[in-house]
């Protein structure tokens, strides 16, 4: 009796584990509401890939994008911008978004 109470405890935690493991992210539910319609997370879409974000920007100018993305292009040496600024997403939002950007990174 007590071995199937323990299987059944074993059985309950590991769903509850995978169920927690699907869940998306706050910050991948950032990407699939504000970004997806111009970026993609490996490929080049209408704006470069999260990976390439990743791989070329600092944690810092990645937030600066978000927020004022005009400003960040002109400073990076862009002589356009087409993204729009997401003045409506709080800084906990930004960080997740941020973090989840960053998760794209290549591991060296």
């Known amino acids: 009796m007590m071995r199937n109470a323990w299987h ?3 059985g309950v935690l590991l769903s509850g584990a995978y169920l927690l493991a699907a869940e ?3 910050g991948e539910k950032l ?3 504000y970004c997806w319609g111009c970026h993609h997370q490996t490929a080049e879409a209408f704006g470069p ?3 390439s974000i990743a791989n070329h920007r600092s944690r810092e ?3 600066a994008q978000i927020v004022d993305p005009e400003s960040v292009s002109k400073t990076l040496g ?3 911008n087409s993204m729009p600024a997401f003045n409506d997403l709080n800084a906990t939002q930004i960080e ?3 973090d989840y950007i960053l998760s794209f ?3 060296k």
């Open 49 to 51: 890939s999260f990976r």
């Open 8 to 10: 059944w405890i074993a």
């Open 96 to 98: 997740a978004l941020t």
């Open 61 to 63: 100018q990645i937030m």
């Open 105 to 107: 990174k290549d591991k």
């Open 31 to 33: 990407f699939k509401a």
């Open 24 to 26: 998306p992210s706050a």
């Open 78 to 80: 862009y002589r356009r």
